[in-house]
Nanobody, 113 residues
Framework: QVQLAEFGGGLVQPGGSLRLSCSVS????????MGWYRQAQGKQRELVAD???????TYADSMKARFTITRDNAKNTVYLQMNSLKPEDTAVYYC???????WGQGTQVTVSS
């Protein structure tokens, strides 16, 4: 069974940046869509961004201008670059293979001064 592992979370001040990584145990070359999701305490999990084969991306409106999703097929890794972070971005961030139900364990991102 494919495994996903997220890295790169932590504590950052408002306005700061973080880059999350999602390492996949199998080749992602032919995985149609991979995404990043987040779940804040007491809230439902929501889509942050996803990317399909060919590079088309989708972002949640509140993150479109600040976050960037990329994938490196050679490294079986998906990244999420997060800039201009806000306290409301505080959440556990998960990566997933869309449509398959494969999820990582999540990484905590806390934005606070």
């Amino acid at each position: 069974q494919v495994q996903l592992a997220e890295f790169g979370g932590g504590l950052v001040q408002p306005g700061g940046s973080l880059r999350l990584s999602c390492s996949v145990s199998e080749s992602i070359l032919n995985i149609y869509s991979m995404g990043w999701y987040r779940q804040a305490q007491g809230k439902q999990r929501e889509l942050v961004a996803d990317m399909i084969i060919g590079g088309r991306t989708t972002y949640a409106d509140s993150m479109k201008a600040r976050f960037t999703i990329t994938r490196d097929n050679a490294k079986n890794t998906v990244y999420l670059q997060m800039n201009s972070l806000k306290p409301e971005d505080t959440a556990v961030y998960y990566c997933a293979i869309d449509g398959v139900g494969s999820w990582g364990q999540g990484t905590q991102v806390t934005v606070s001064s």
